[in-house]
Antibody
Framework: EVRLVESGGDLVQPGGSLRLSCAAS????????MTWVRQAPGKGLEWVAN????????YFMESVKGRFTISRDNAKDSVFLNMNSLRAEDTALYYC???????????WGQGTMVTVSS | QSALTQPPSASGSLGQSVTISCIGT?????????VSWYQQYPGKAPKLIIY???KRPSGVPDRFSGSKSGNTAFLSVSGLQAEDEADYYC????????FGGGTKLTVL
C-alpha cells in the first residue's frame, strides 16, 4: 500500500524543540521530492519545507528559516522535520507529502499535531 | 511571500458550474506553469485534483478543469454534485512553495 505515516507531534512549550518523522512505503522513496505542509486549526494550508531526492537541496518558508531543518534517510524511507525555538504560531497539523513532480503533491499522510503552548 | 488570493467562499446549485480564482504575482503563478489544486474535506488530508494548470490525476472526474491567465489561475467545476462541497486550495511554486487561502465551496 502506498502511504505516508507521520509521528512525533506533541504539546511543547514556547522555545522548545520537536522532531517529526514520516515513514514512507509502497513507492520509490529515493526518487521523490518530499514536502512538509501544515494547517493551523480552522485555517488553510501552509507550505513549510521540502527536500530533494538525495537531500542536497532544501527550501523553507521564510518564518521557519533558521529554526526548522529538514532531512531524510533513504535507507529507511523516512523524512524528518526538526523544529527548534517553537512559537505559538507554529501550532498546526503537520502533513508529510510527496511531490511527484513540478509541485504536484499527490500523496499525503494523515498528519501529526504540534501544539505550542505554556 | 504572501499567500495566493482566493475568494473565501463560492457556491453553485446542483448541476450548475462554478469557477474559483487564485490570484498570484509575477513571482509565482505568472512565472511557473505548475499551478496545482487540492480538495479537502473536513478532518481529512488534501487531495490533488489538478496539476500543471490543466492536468487531472487518474480518478479525478473531468468535471474538474483548470486554466491560467497571466498571474491568475482558475478551477472550474461543472455539473456540481453534492460531494463537491469541500474546501479548495490552489498552490504554486515561487520563491518557495505557496498555497492560496482556500475557498469553501457550497453546493446549494
Amino acid at each position: 500500500e502506498v502511504r505516508l505515516v507521520e509521528s512525533g507531534g506533541d504539546l511543547v512549550q514556547p522555545g522548545g524543540s520537536l522532531r517529526l518523522s514520516c515513514a514512507a512505503s509502497g513507492f520509490s522513496f529515493t526518487t521523490s521530492w518530499m514536502t512538509w505542509v501544515r494547517q493551523a486549526p480552522g485555517k488553510g494550508l501552509e507550505w513549510v519545507a521540502n527536500i530533494n531526492q538525495d537531500g542536497s537541496v532544501k527550501y523553507f518558508m521564510e518564518s521557519v528559516k533558521g529554526r526548522f531543518t529538514i532531512s531524510r534517510d533513504n535507507a529507511k524511507d523516512s523524512v524528518f522535520l526538526n523544529m527548534n525555538s517553537l512559537r505559538a504560531e507554529d501550532t498546526a497539523l503537520y502533513y508529510c507529502a510527496r511531490d511527484k513532480a513540478n509541485f504536484a503533491i499527490d500523496l499525503w499522510g494523515q498528519g501529526t499535531m504540534v501544539t505550542v503552548s505554556s | 511571500q504572501s499567500a495566493l488570493t482566493q475568494p473565501p467562499s463560492a457556491s453553485g446549485s446542483l448541476g450548475q458550474s462554478v469557477t474559483i480564482s487564485c490570484i498570484g504575482t509575477n513571482s509565482d503563478i505568472g512565472t511557473y506553469n505548475f499551478v496545482s489544486w487540492y480538495q479537502q474535506y473536513p478532518g481529512k488530508a488534501p487531495k490533488l485534483i489538478i496539476y500543471e494548470i490543466t492536468k487531472r490525476p487518474s480518478g479525478v472526474p473531468d468535471r474538474f478543469s483548470g486554466s491560467k491567465s497571466g498571474n491568475t489561475a482558475f478551477l472550474s467545476v461543472s455539473g456540481l454534485q453534492a460531494e463537491d462541497e469541500a474546501d479548495y486550495y490552489c498552490a504554486s511554486p515561487g520563491v518557495t512553495g505557496i498555497f492560496g487561502g482556500g475557498t469553501k465551496l457550497t453546493v446549494l
